[in-house]
C-alpha cells in the first residue's frame, strides 16, 4: 500500500520564476493540504483541498496555489518565486480530515537562487 | 500568543533516562492532539494521537492531555540514542472531518549515549 508519493524530491528555481510540486495522497484518502516548513521551525498550513475544492487556507499570498484532481493527486503552484519561499513542501493526506491526524508524504525541498 | 506553543530546545538526557516534551495549545475547541517526530532532512512521522483527558500508553511512549490546563506532554522512557529527533506538537483546529493540523515550532531531543 502506497503512502503519500510528493515530486520532485529537490528542486532548484530562480527568483522570479514558477514552480509546480505534486503530491499522490495515500490510498483510501480524499482529503490533501499542504504545508511549508523552513528551517528550524514547525510545518505552517497553505491550504487544504477536499472534492477538488480548496476547503481552508493558511495565512499565505495568492502566489500560492493548488489543485486537485478527480484521482485525489493535487498540485502546489508557486509564482514569482521568492528567497524566502526556500523551504521543504510537506503534502499530508487523511480521509477524516484531521480528527485523526495526517501521513506526510517525504516533501520537496525547495531552494530558491 | 502562537496557536501551539513548544519550547524548542534542545532537550538532551542520557541514555535510559526519561524525555518529557510539553506542548500548550490556544483554542479551547480543539479535540484532537498528535505528536509527530521529524528527523533531520525527513517528513514527520506520527508516533501518537489523543482524543481524551488522561494518559495514553503505546510502548515507551506516554501521552498525556489536560484540556482544562490546554497542556499536552509526551514522555518518553527509556531513551536511545535513536530518540535523538525534533518532536512536534500538532492540534486539529476545526470541527468534524473539515479540521487542519497546527503545528508548534518542535522540540529538539538529545540522547546522549
Known amino acids: 500500500d502506497a503512502g503519500v508519493t510528493q515530486s520532485p524530491t529537490h528542486l532548484i528555481k530562480t527568483r522570479g520564476q514558477q514552480v509546480t510540486l505534486r503530491c499522490s495522497p495515500k490510498s483510501g484518502h480524499d482529503t490533501v493540504s499542504w504545508y511549508q516548513q523552513a528551517l528550524g521551525q514547525g510545518p505552517q498550513f497553505i491550504f487544504q483541498y477536499y472534492e477538488e475544492e480548496e476547503r481552508q487556507r493558511g495565512n499565505f499570498p495568492d502566489r500560492f496555489s493548488g489543485h486537485q484532481f478527480p484521482n485525489y493527486s493535487s498540485e502546489l503552484n508557486v509564482n514569482a518565486l521568492l528567497l524566502g519561499d526556500s523551504a521543504l513542501y510537506l503534502c499530508?493526506?487523511?480521509?477524516?480530515?484531521?480528527?485523526?491526524?495526517?501521513?506526510f508524504g517525504s516533501g520537496t525541498r525547495l531552494t530558491v537562487v | 500568543q502562537k496557536e501551539v506553543e513548544q519550547n524548542s530546545g534542545p532537550l538532551s538526557v542520557p541514555e535510559g533516562a526519561i524525555a518529557s516534551l510539553n506542548c500548550t495549545y490556544s483554542?479551547?475547541?480543539?479535540?484532537?492532539f498528535f505528536w509527530y517526530r521529524q528527523y533531520s532532512g525527513k517528513s514527520p512521522e506520527l508516533i501518537m494521537s489523543?482524543?481524551?483527558?488522561g494518559d495514553k500508553e503505546d510502548g515507551r511512549f506516554t501521552a498525556q492531555l489536560n484540556k482544562a490546563s490546554q497542556y499536552v506532554s509526551l514522555l518518553i522512557r527509556d531513551s536511545q540514542p535513536s530518540d535523538s529527533a525534533t518532536y512536534l506538537c500538532?492540534?486539529?483546529?476545526?470541527?468534524?472531518?473539515?479540521?487542519?493540523?497546527?503545528f508548534g515550532q518542535g522540540t529538539t531531543l538529545q540522547v546522549k549515549p
Open positions: 483554542d479551547r475547541v480543539s479535540q484532537s
Open positions: 489523543i482524543y481524551s483527558n
Open positions: 499530508a493526506s487523511s480521509n477524516t480530515g484531521a480528527l485523526r491526524g495526517y501521513t
Open positions: 500538532a492540534v486539529n483546529r476545526g470541527s468534524g472531518n473539515t479540521g487542519k493540523l497546527i
